[in-house]
């Protein structure tokens, strides 16, 4: 069974950072490619960050500059690094293996006050 678990989030002011965790079993982590989503009240969940099993990573536009996706294959945890981070980001933070669309962890709450 794949699980997925976020940890990280929290309130943080206008500006601030956060690094968000997501750890991941009953997959051979390091062959899959992995993804962060958020999803804010009234919105569609959209996709934030990616790295690929080899390392790539690619990001939002939305986001290019101040967030940071990364991987720690021995862990079999996904990190999310967000700097300057801006009200309108406030949701609930999601990852996801790419191959494996329908496994959501219970995601994890950023809430960034001005």
């Known amino acids: 069974q794949v699980q997925l678990v976020e940890s990280g989030g929290g309130l943080v002011q206008a500006g601030g950072s956060l690094r968000l965790s997501c750890a991941a079993s009953?997959?051979?982590?390091?062959?899959?490619?992995m993804d962060w989503y958020r999803q804010a009240p009234g919105k569609q969940r959209e996709l934030v960050a990616g790295?690929?099993?080899?390392?790539?990573?690619n990001y939002a536009n939305s986001v290019k500059g101040r967030f940071t996706i990364s991987r720690d294959n021995g862990k079999s945890t996904v990190y999310l690094q967000m700097n300057s981070l801006k009200p309108e980001e406030t949701a609930v933070y999601y990852c996801r293996v790419r191959s494996l669309p329908d496994y959501w962890g219970q995601g994890t709450q950023v809430t960034v006050s001005s």
């Open positions: 790295i690929t099993a080899g390392g790539s990573t």
């Open positions: 009953g997959i051979i982590f390091s062959a899959y490619a």
